[in-house]
């Protein structure tokens, strides 16, 4: 059976396309359309989806939202298991992440091999996960944010060999401080296993960025937080990651992390080149109280995520719809900040070839939403 989708404002690949149709067939995008010709191709087994009836006469259907970055969810973090994964994710889900790669923090190194490795697992019965991204434990101690520094270590070959192995081929990215001792080395080792390097919780300067580039990292975690400002004569790692069409640049576009004026000041200075991510750790969802990060006392006060006793954000409770409008709101083009939601971020970890796009051959992942950017239906591989 197949599912086609009609009278909707498509957009994707960065433009938008009125009275727009689709057609899934099975996981896949089969056509694409304008107007009534959606009606020559329909069989009777089909699902019809009016999109105007669903979500009103300004619809708006997009790629699935890929998260390349994100912790937990709806009280649930990534990393206490398989179950706690699937409840998160089911709340993202909801809020039109139709794929995300699982992000776990800076643990003992036996207990992030053993969280990788389960991860892995899971890639072969969900078709919403992606992999793993290992968010320490090769961290700076001056920016390490949210991370238990004690646990911290340099990016020694031995450890991070470890860590890739357990994920059979899963571990989608790995950030990396460059200036630590074997952090080029690093940086060489994880693209040389298939993985996208990424630069974070830093305090290299725009040379060490830039080196770190040329030897193969191709994303920035999390832009402008835990790390060096961007300062007119210290460009930073921002300086250096907007200024090298190599680079994507991670973003979280809560109006906490990153003031919206610098949001779209982001999304001009790297067109195409911006990946909003969530960074939610469990309490996105689930509301103000305690909660715990890494082993650490998390505090969500008014939305906003801090280390317990008034310590550095310690990740979001930002949803990926809530970036979107924030970032309508703030001036971005909505194609552009649909690209950064979609197509960006698969094609930072390696999926650009069939996933963030609603094209023939594409996954069929989509999301619908209504004229004020509000999420009412949503596909992943074709099923709502």
Known sequence: MSVIIHSARLVDDDRATEDAWVRFDGERVAEVGT?????????????????????????????????????????????????????????????????AVISLVTAPLDAMERRVAMVADLTETDAGILGSHLEGPFLDHAHKGAHDERLLRPPQSDALQRLLAAGRGTVRQVTVAPELPGGIDAVSLVVSAGAAAAIGHTGADAGMCAEAFDAGATILTHAFNAMPGLHHRAPGPVGAAASDPRVTLELIADGVH????????????????????????????AGEGRYELGGLDVEVVDGVARLAGGGPIAGSTLMQDAALRLCVASGVALPAAVHALSTAPARAVGRGADLGRLAPGFLADAVLLDESLRVRRVWTAGRD
């Not at 990153?258 to 969802?285: C, E």
């Open 258 to 285: 990153v003031h919206p004026t610098v949001v779209r000041i982001a999304f001009a200075a790297a067109p195409g080149r911006i990946a909003l991510i969530t960074d939610a750790m469990a309490a996105a969802g």
């Open 35 to 99: 107007g009534s010709a959606w009606r020559a191709v329909a069989a009777p087994s089909d699902q019809i989806v009016d999109a105007a009836a669903v979500a009103g006469t300004g619809a708006v259907l997009t790629p699935g939202f890929v998260d390349i970055h994100g912790h937990g969810g709806a009280g649930f973090s990534y990393d206490d298991g398989p179950d706690a994964i699937r409840a998160a994710r089911e709340l993202h889900r909801a809020h039109g992440t139709t794929q």
